[in-house]
């Protein structure tokens, strides 16, 4: 490099002392950055008599300014983890410290759109709620006639019958605030909590007074305490101890009303029904005809329906359904439209979506031409003794095509109207059921022998074994005479009835009972096979049709049997 000053090629020179290197720019353009020692006095002189020019740059600035940014930074990136970690920390003391705080869920008015009109089926009750929305708007008319309104409203019947919707319109109506929560919500590992969570619950709705407090399945935290074998100081046992003080103990809830839906009324602790807490249990049954009729009238009113449709027919073909239930045919009946790309719900669609609820999906049709003669000597036993047997159900169908679970066919019925209306069961009616359900067994004696048949009838032996067993010791209705040697519900609860599951009844008795059911089973297929075995012409020539169309509506199937539809 000093041969290159000296002979001119170097343009300029820049002194870094604090790196111990010279930048060269030479005259063609190039640079270049060489290092030397410290304290070298050449570079200097060799430039100085060349000519060249040489600047001596300070950085010492520059490096005390970028020690001082690195150092800041650093200083940042520690506080910012400090920071960090003391609003985590913040954070898990505020959990802790609300674990017992109640998180129920406050419905604003805008939201509550449910109106008892949005509530079919269940009359009896929406009035009985009444009172509960007049005490909410017009309390004076009680108060001065120094009436209280129930403090709690138990809402009892089966799942989806309408309890947490009528809830929800009895807030709509009244016009108050609505706090919802279910009783699972309450119960956690640490005991205490629960407990906690319920003054919360309480301390909020008091705050908002009047106002609606409802919660779901309240058989969660409600149960009979000391009904477990362990013991009875648990978590639960706890909740259920404070949310009986705050219903009615020292603290006055005057505004708040308390609505809990379950359906495992019986297994409630006694001091959760007494007066004074939840006074008043409402029953929201099953709809009846009517009911299901206005039920599907609510749920059609946003789905187009063919001008074919009369809801009336198919509130009598649906006994037993709820109201979700119904809502549910509805919603199935309006995804199989779309699927057949029509523009209204007809007939064919909620028929399907009925038989697609009860029986499940369709499945491949049968090709083995003697599984299907079987099948259909079997159906049409069910349904030609039905005929033929007063007290039976109309016959509404017969069908081989099979269903999901292994259904390879399947005989439906006209339910009995005045008997689903009244709910009562006349003994003559039992008989024929249990006639009708070994109608399939015995149509298989008769055309293929006892010693080929199948097990197809496993599940109508299954269902004749029930209803005998419910005739002979609960209903009366045998030799053993008009007592009920048990009761309909024998479910062991926790550990109280687990010494009592022992009958009531002596060995003896016992032995009784089984020789009646058996008198019913044999003495009902006795009489399907007699049926069966006059009619075995009309017989052979219903299964030919029913193999050759697959399905037998009533109408055709009467006039193939030769019989009057009644």
Same mark, same amino acid.
């Given at each position: 490099?000093?041969?290159?000053?000296?002979?001119?090629?170097?343009?300029?020179?820049?002194?870094?002392? #604090?790196?111990?290197?010279?930048?060269?720019?030479?005259?063609?353009?190039?640079?270049?950055?060489?290092?030397?020692?410290?304290?070298?006095?050449?570079?200097?002189?060799?430039?100085?008599?060349?000519?060249?020019?040489?600047?001596?740059?300070?950085?010492?600035?520059?490096?005390?300014?970028?020690?001082?940014?690195?150092?800041?930074?650093?200083?940042?990136?520690?506080?910012?983890?400090?920071?960090?970690?003391?609003?985590?920390?913040?954070?898990?003391?505020?959990?802790?410290?609300?674990?017992?705080?109640?998180?129920?869920?406050?419905?604003?008015?805008?939201?509550?759109?449910?109106?008892?009109?949005?509530?079919?089926?269940?009359?009896?009750?929406?009035?009985?709620?009444?009172?509960?929305?007049?005490?909410?708007?017009?309390?004076?008319?009680?108060?001065?006639?120094?009436?209280?309104?129930?403090?709690?409203?138990?809402?009892?019947?089966?799942?989806?019958?309408?309890?947490?919707?009528?809830?929800?319109?009895?807030?709509?109506?009244?016009?108050?605030?609505?706090?919802?929560?279910?009783?699972?919500?309450?119960?956690?590992?640490?005991? +205490?909590?629960?407990?906690?969570?319920?003054?919360?619950? *309480?301390?909020?709705?008091?705050?908002?007074?009047?106002?609606?407090? *409802?919660?779901?399945?309240?058989?969660?935290?409600?149960?009979?305490?000391?009904?477990?074998?362990?013991?009875?100081?648990?978590?639960?046992?706890?909740?259920?101890?404070?949310?009986?003080?705050?219903?009615?103990?020292?603290?006055?809830?005057?505004?708040?009303?308390?609505?809990?839906?379950?359906?495992?009324?019986?297994?409630?602790?006694?001091?959760?029904?007494?007066?004074?807490?939840?006074?008043?249990?409402?029953?929201?049954?099953?709809?009846? /005809? /009517?009911?299901?009729?206005?039920?599907?009238?609510?749920?059609?009113?946003?789905?187009?329906?063919?001008?074919?449709?009369?809801?009336?027919?198919?509130?009598?073909?649906?006994?037993?359904?709820?109201?979700?239930?119904?809502?549910?045919?509805?919603?199935?009946?309006?995804?199989?439209?779309?699927?057949?790309?029509?523009?209204?719900? +007809?007939?064919?669609?909620?028929?399907?979506?009925?038989?697609?609820?009860?029986?499940?999906?369709?499945?491949?049709?049968?090709?083995?031409?003697?599984?299907?003669?079987?099948?259909?000597?079997?159906?049409?036993?069910?349904?030609?003794?039905?005929?033929?047997?007063?007290?039976?159900?109309?016959?509404?169908?017969?069908?081989?095509?099979?269903?999901?679970?292994?259904?390879?066919?399947?005989?439906?019925?006209?339910?009995?109207?005045?008997?689903?209306?009244?709910?009562?069961?006349?003994?003559?009616?039992?008989?024929?059921?249990?006639?009708?359900?070994?109608? +399939?067994?015995?149509?298989?004696?008769?055309?293929?022998?006892?010693?080929?048949?199948?097990? +197809?009838?496993?599940?109508?032996?299954?269902?004749?074994?029930?209803?005998?067993?419910?005739?002979?010791?609960?209903?009366?209705?045998?030799?053993?005479?008009?007592?009920?040697?048990?009761?309909?519900?024998?479910?062991?609860?926790?550990?109280?009835?687990?010494?009592?599951?022992?009958?009531?009844?002596?060995?003896?008795?016992?032995?009784?009972?089984?020789?009646?059911?058996?008198?019913?089973?044999?003495?009902?297929?006795?009489? #399907?096979?007699?049926?069966?075995?006059?009619?075995?012409?009309?017989?052979?020539?219903?299964?030919?049709?029913?193999?050759?169309?697959?399905?037998?509506?009533?109408?055709?199937?009467?006039?193939?049997?030769?019989?009057?539809? #009644?």
């Amino acid at each position: 490099m000093l041969r290159q000053i000296s002979d001119g090629k170097v343009k300029e020179l820049v002194l870094v002392p #604090a790196r111990r290197e010279v930048l060269v720019r030479y005259t063609d353009g190039r640079k270049a950055t060489v290092p030397i020692l410290i304290n070298d006095q050449q570079v200097l002189r060799t430039a100085e008599s060349a000519g060249v020019p040489l600047t001596v740059k300070d950085i010492r600035g520059d490096q005390a300014m970028a020690g001082l940014v690195g150092n800041v930074a650093l200083i940042l990136i520690v506080v910012l983890g400090l920071s960090f970690l003391l609003r985590r920390s913040a954070q898990v003391a505020n959990r802790a410290m609300g674990f017992g705080r109640s998180q129920p869920r406050v419905k604003p008015q805008d939201d509550l759109t449910v109106r008892f009109e949005d509530v079919a089926g269940i009359t009896e009750a929406k009035d009985e709620l009444q009172e509960v929305v007049t005490f909410l708007r017009e309390p004076e008319s009680f108060i001065r006639l120094g009436a209280k309104i129930p403090r709690g409203v138990l809402l009892v019947g089966p799942p989806g019958t309408g309890k947490t919707l009528l809830a929800k319109a009895i807030a709509g109506e009244a016009g108050v605030p609505f706090f919802s929560m279910a009783a699972s919500e309450f119960v956690e590992l640490f005991v +205490g909590v629960g407990a906690s969570r319920v003054r919360d619950l *309480f301390r909020q709705a008091k705050d908002k007074s009047p106002c609606i407090v *409802f919660i779901d399945e309240i058989d969660a935290v409600g149960r009979q305490r000391g009904a477990g074998i362990g013991g009875g100081n648990d978590e639960r046992e706890q909740t259920l101890n404070q949310l009986l003080t705050e219903m009615d103990g020292f603290a006055d809830n005057s505004g708040v009303i308390l609505l809990a839906a379950t359906n495992r009324a019986d297994v409630l602790d006694t001091a959760l029904m007494r007066p004074g807490r939840f006074d008043r249990r409402i029953y929201v049954d099953l709809p009846d /005809r /009517r009911g299901r009729e206005a039920i599907l009238s609510v749920h059609a009113r946003s789905r187009p329906l063919d001008d074919g449709v009369d809801l009336s027919d198919w509130a009598i073909r649906t006994p037993g359904f709820s109201g979700a239930d119904l809502a549910n045919l509805l919603n199935e009946a309006a995804i199989l439209t779309a699927r057949d790309q029509v523009a209204a719900i +007809g007939n064919a669609q909620i028929e399907r979506a009925l038989e697609r609820i009860t029986m499940g999906l369709t499945a491949a049709p049968l090709q083995d031409n003697a599984k299907k003669r079987l099948i259909a000597y079997h159906e049409i036993g069910h349904a030609l003794v039905a005929a033929l047997t007063p007290h039976a159900g109309k016959v509404d169908k017969v069908t081989l095509l099979p269903r999901s679970g292994g259904v390879g066919g399947f005989t439906r019925f006209w339910p009995d109207e005045e008997e689903i209306d009244s709910g009562l069961l006349t003994r003559a009616s039992l008989k024929a059921r249990l006639v009708v359900a070994l109608g +399939g067994r015995a149509a298989e004696m008769v055309v293929f022998g006892s010693g080929e048949v199948t097990q +197809g009838a496993s599940g109508d032996l299954q269902m004749v074994s029930q209803l005998a067993r419910e005739m002979v010791t609960r209903f009366g209705f045998s030799e053993l005479g008009p007592v009920a040697l048990e009761s309909g519900g024998n479910e062991v609860f926790l550990g109280r009835d687990l010494m009592n599951a022992r009958p009531s009844y002596a060995e003896s008795t016992g032995k009784a009972i089984d020789g009646q059911i058996r008198d019913l089973a044999k003495h009902a297929l006795q009489q #399907a096979v007699a049926l069966l075995e006059s009619r075995r012409s009309t017989m052979d020539q219903l299964v030919e049709a029913l193999i050759a169309e697959e399905t037998l509506h009533t109408e055709r199937f009467m006039e193939l049997a030769g019989l009057t539809s #009644a």
